[in-house]
């Protein structure tokens, strides 16, 4: 009997290692844009999705096929918690900017929770013809 209950804790573990990231923020960019950013959150059969701005996120570690938009084609998506902490994604792509094939992108990103404030980290690299090139950035979205 106790190692079903064991089993049991270790398969419903995930379910409770996803943080809470719920709010509404206000996230201001590098290049001074300023956005709202709202996050809901929702354990479905055991999964934690996430509602990123409309979007939704299962942090379930499956990857996805991401519909192509005019940056990002032929990419995939997946998302995850280790602990409470952190929600960690992966994103691959070609990346595309005004029609043009541009390079190869993998993303890596965190998505914490900070003194009631949002974070998000970024890295990764953007493998062009001319080189490979850094992502490397972090943005801090304050509570509204």
Known sequence: MRTLILVGLMLSA???ACPDLSGTFR???QDG???TLTIAQDNKSGVEVYNYNGSEIAADNVTRVLPDDANLKSGTFRAWC????TLKAE???EYWDNSRYIGDLTMNMFF????G???SKSTGVLKTGNGDHPIDSTTVCRAM
């Open 14 to 16: 995930p379910a409770f």
């Open 27 to 29: 996230c201001q960019y």
């Open 33 to 35: 844009s300023v956005e």
């Open 82 to 85: 280790d602990d409470n902490t």
């Open 91 to 93: 994103l691959i792509s």
């Open 112 to 115: 914490t929770m900070e003194n």
């Open 117 to 119: 404030s949002h974070k």
